[in-house]
């Protein structure tokens, strides 16, 4: 009936279902009132007036109820039914009949009515004053307080109950589509809603109160994202701490617990195992549900799959770790480069290029090894912090043999790396280091050869990637080549040194030459030209004197030229060393020196025992020649000249000493040095070049040998001087 | 300066050298006397009056002092070194006389304040001339400082 009317939506489904209820109830109670009085006027025609009169009030109210509901009003409109219903009940049993007329009925009607309208306690309050009006008449008309009842017909009796009966049956009717609306709406929510929960890439789950009550609800994601049964989560309450990641499960139950003492909401990211073994990360947040009472009842919760999430979250932040150690390796290899472009000399180089990799890697030691001389060795040449310090000092080094990782990097060539050093056999593990967990060793070559390797030793194990060894290794061939250079220049200076050297000795040279040998000149062209004054004038005895001044001096320039010949000679013509007894040589040299030795009486005693040596015999009879002849020549008046020749143990190269002692004039202190000199000669008035002591140095420092001299001015000289053992 | 006895003073350690300076000089009379010193000590001995040469009598100033630059014991620089320094002889002219035509040689003789450096020519004639010139200048035509004993 009140599909006629659209009725407005009144916002909440009680308020419409109630709207319907009383409009139905409005529009069957006008209608029945029409047909009421239309029955009563064929029946009764006596009773037509009263009840034209109450379907009048009836109607009116009716109209009045439809019109409250329209505007919203639907408790007013049922407030004024009810009670317009229970006023027309009240007067009609009143009027005609007291409490036998039929219209008594009428209560029921609106107790039901009051029942489906209101709540308690206005349903209790309404049925009490239904039955109290219902008491109230029938005492009246025990007391007779009211006119005599009229006695209905049998057809009329039916009427009215027809009435009332239909209004019964349209409350029942419209409750019944009520409820079943309701019902029915109600159905379709919670499969909105399942179906939601369940179809929303989340997974839900409600779970108990207690900590280990097993899941109430979980929504079937679970399955996809698991592969576990749903069963296991709501059967199991511990399953879902069986398949926690080990890493994480103390942290999870551990918030967990709290979560569960504080009721505040719980929320973490954590890994779980899925079926087929997979790491699935879920972010997991709960909220605690109450009751409408406020006491807790259970937990909802949801599962969110966060794998993609901190996977990209993984790469991210390794590639941000991989760009910040790109940038690493680039300014480390700037900065090195710059040292190793910059820096010439070898020890600055490598310790500044440790410092720098020690720095930017942040590591715990960094060390430099360079292979030496006989290729057995790698010894430590510059490595960070006081323990390098202390190792350098030690002498620290490594046997090139794949016993270290050094030896093994430089005899490979390639750089090798120790993640864990406890596991990796081939790391001699360093007392002195002993935070060592992860070590790179990287071989250090240059044009072709591997001269040393670099260690960088990390306090954390696995410390380093591949992409490390990579940029090293660029760093490290970048630091072996300014190695290689600096040692050439290195080199090259020691080289210009000793041209800088043979370029003044040569200045010396020819300025002592220029001079040396013009002067016989100078003599031989002024004495010709004495001489022929000498034969003009016949003094023959200045003649003879003059001729033999000029073949002096011819003399004197050849010996001049022989023996710059024979300086000149030292070095430049080397014969191979032999081994040769040192008393051979001694007696090689006397034996050429036995006329002019014989002439001044010189006595010469000679050891009986010397050591072998390995020389330019050649150039060591040379040597014992000028140094004989010499302390011969500068005997002065020694009545009894004498000359002794011996060995005098070793130096501290272990190079055996031999001398040769005279008790001849002397040298004064300071002319020790002067005396080895080129052209420096000491006394004029004794024959000489100034050539012998410089050639003896000479041929003695080519043998790797030192000479000095021992001697004070009256008291004889010793000349020391040492030669390489055989 | 006639009449006063001409001193010269040779410091040469090359005995034949010595003999042609002393034998042209004494030939075309340059020089009363030449006193002839083998070695830079000796000479400056002579000049300090040390030793045997503490008598200022018998070690009378030279008018002029001919040096040769490499000399025994103490090398002829050294000995300009020393004459130049000392305020009592600084006044004698030194002329520096040897082979050497080094310019190190020439430049260090100036340095220290040489009078004159004279290379020995090779050659009879040019050393003869050179000896000659050189008594003509500095014992005739130069006026030398007058020393005090």
Redesign the interface.
């Known amino acids: 009936m009140y599909r006629f009317f659209q009725l407005p939506d009144f916002g909440s489904d009680e308020r419409n279902a109630s709207a319907r209820l009383i409009f139905s109830l409005a529009i069957s109670m006008g209608l029945m009132s029409v047909l009421l009085a239309a029955a009563v006027w064929i029946a009764m025609p006596a009773l037509l007036p009263r009840a034209l009169m109450i379907a009048g009030a009836i109607m009116l109210a009716c109209a009045v109820s439809v019109t409250l509901i329209c505007r919203g009003g639907i408790r007013a409109a049922g407030v004024l039914l009810v009670f317009v219903l229970w006023a027309a009940i009240t007067a009609g049993a009143v009027t005609a009949g007291g409490i036998g007329a039929p219209v008594v009925i009428g209560y029921v009607v609106v107790i039901m009515m009051g029942g489906l309208l209101w709540k308690d306690p206005q349903r209790m309050l309404i049925t009490v004053f239904c039955i109290l009006t219902a008491a109230a008449i029938a005492l009246a008309q025990q007391g007779s307080l009211l006119p005599p009842p009229i006695e209905y017909p049998p057809a009329a009796r039916f009427g009215v109950y027809l009435f009332f009966f239909i209004i019964a049956a349209i409350i029942q009717r419209v409750s019944a589509l009520n409820a079943s609306e309701l019902i029915k709406k109600v159905q379709s929510s919670e499969i909105r809603y399942r179906s939601l929960l369940e179809n929303i890439p989340v997974t839900t789950y409600l779970s108990g109160m207690e900590l280990e009550s097993p899941f109430q609800y979980i929504s079937p994601q679970i399955e996809n994202l698991l592969g576990y049964p749903r069963a296991n989560f709501t059967l199991d309450p511990l399953f879902w701490t069986k398949i926690l990641h080990p890493d994480d499960a103390e942290r999870v139950l551990e918030q967990s617990r709290r979560s569960a003492q504080t009721l505040e909401p719980f929320a973490m990211e954590y890994r779980v195992i899925a079926k087929d073994g997979r790491t699935v990360w879920l972010k997991d947040e709960s909220v605690l549900v109450r009751d409408e009472n406020g006491t807790p009842s259970y937990w909802l919760g949801v599962w969110t799959d966060i794998t993609n999430l901190k996977k990209a979250e993984e790469e991210q932040t390794e590639l941000i770790n991989r760009l910040t150690r790109r940038t690493l390796h680039l300014q480390t290899a700037a900065d090195v480069a710059r040292a190793a472009t910059s820096i010439l000399d070898i020890e600055a180089l490598l310790s500044q290029t440790a410092d720098l990799i020690q720095t930017h890697f942040e590591c715990y030691y960094v060390g430099v090894f360079l292979v030496d001389e006989t290729g057995e060795w790698a010894v430590l040449r510059a490595a960070t912090g006081e323990i390098g310090k202390q190792m350098i000092n030690m002498g620290h080094r490594l046997k090139v043999e794949a016993s270290s990782m050094i030896g093994w990097s430089i005899t490979h060539r390639q750089a090798r790396i120790a993640l864990d050093v406890g596991a990796d056999a081939v790391r001699l593990a360093n007392p002195s280091l002993p935070l060592t967990r992860s070590e790179i060793a990287l071989p250090l070559s240059a044009h072709g050869k591997v001269i040393g390797a670099m260690t960088i030793q990390s306090e954390k194990p696995s410390a380093f990637s591949r992409v490390d060894v990579t940029a090293l290794q660029a760093m490290a061939d970048l630091v072996a080549n300014a190695i290689e250079n600096a040692r050439l220049f290195t080199e090259r200076g020691l080289l210009n040194k000793e041209l800088e050297l043979q370029n003044e000795e040569l200045e010396r040279f020819t300025y002592t030459v220029s001079h040396d040998l013009r002067s016989p000149l100078v003599t031989i062209r002024g004495f010709l030209g004495y001489l022929r004054q000498d034969v003009i004038s016949g003094n023959m005895k200045r003649f003879n004197e003059d001729l033999t001044r000029i073949a002096n001096a011819v003399d004197k320039m050849q010996t001049l030229l022989n023996e710059l010949l024979a300086l000149s000679r030292v070095g430049r013509i080397a014969n191979p060393p032999e081994s040769v007894p040192f008393d051979a040589i001694v007696w090689e040299a006397l034996n050429l020196l036995s006329g002019p030795l014989d002439a001044a009486k010189t006595r010469v005693k000679v050891a009986a025992e010397f050591p072998t040596v390995r020389v330019d015999r050649l150039r060591i009879v040379e040597v014992i020649q000028n140094l004989v002849s010499n302390a011969a020549k500068f005997m002065g008046d020694q009545a009894e000249p004498s000359i002794e020749i011996g060995a005098h143990g070793t130096d501290s190269d272990g190079k055996p000493i031999f001398y040769i002692r005279d008790n001849g004039i002397g040298i004064e202190p300071q002319y020790h040095e002067r005396i080895f000199g080129l052209f420096n000669r000491l006394d004029p008035s004794i024959e000489g070049t100034g050539i012998g002591l410089t050639l003896v140095k000479r041929i003695i420092e080519t043998h790797g040998g030192r000479i000095w001299v021992e001697s004070e001015r009256g008291k004889g000289a010793t000349f020391f001087f040492t030669l390489p053992p055989a | 300066m006639i009449g006063e006895p001409i001193l010269v003073m040779l410091v040469e350690?090359?005995?034949?050298?010595a003999?042609?300076v002393i034998?042209t000089m004494e030939e075309h009379r340059i020089a009363n006397r030449v006193r002839h010193f083998?070695?830079g000590q000796s000479a400056l001995d002579y000049l300090f009056r040390r030793e045997e040469f503490a008598d200022p009598q018998k070690s009378p100033r030279p008018h002029v002092i001919l040096l040769d630059l490499?000399?025994?014991?103490v090398d002829g620089i050294d000995v300009l070194k020393a004459v130049k320094e000392s305020d009592e002889l600084k006044s004698i002219p030194v002329v520096v006389l040897?082979?050497?035509?080094?310019e190190?040689?020439v430049a260090r003789a100036y340095y220290n304040h040489a009078n004159s450096y004279l290379v020995?020519?090779?050659?009879?004639?040019e050393?003869?001339k050179m000896m000659d010139d050189l008594g003509f200048y500095w014992l005739g035509w130069n006026t030398n400082p007058h020393l005090p004993d």
């Open positions: 350690d090359n005995m034949d050298h003999e042609l034998r083998l070695d490499r000399l025994p014991r040897t082979t050497s035509e080094a190190k040689d020995k020519p090779v050659g009879f004639e050393f003869k």
